[in-house]
């Protein structure tokens, strides 16, 4: 059974910076796009960053450009965002996603279709303090 698991959530302050994991089991890792996706209390979720099967392309959304960096390590079988210059408008819950999908599709995809998206984690928290 596919399993993700994120880790690495908590406070921070403002300008601050925290490195999200997502460990990845029950699948063939490096044969699959994965994701970054968030939700802030009240809010849709929403595409955060994707990282292609190889590591070679990323995507990020345009809030976070600049600031946060998306990479994998498959020889671990798990994928990263570090987040730096976290802003209050940073705090929700971060998904991590797995699909077979390219990056550019998952990127731009309707939030209404993300159930469809192949394996999720159940999220960390990621609170950001002014």
Known sequence: QVQLVESGGGLVQAGGSLRLSCAASGLTFSSYT???????????????AAISWSGGYTHCADSVKGRFTISRDNAENTVYLQMNS?????????????????????????????????????????????
Do not use: H, N
Not at 111 to 119: E, G, I, K, V
């Open 34 to 48: 994965m994701g970054w996706f968030r939700q802030a209390p009240g809010k849709e979720r929403e595409f955060v």
């Open 86 to 130: 976290l802003k209050p408008e940073d705090t929700a819950v971060y998904y991590c996603a797995a699909d077979r999908s390219p990056a550019s599709t998952i990127a731009t995809m309707s939030p209404t279709d993300y159930y469809d998206l192949d394996a999720w984690g159940k999220g960390t928290l990621v609170t950001v303090s002014s």
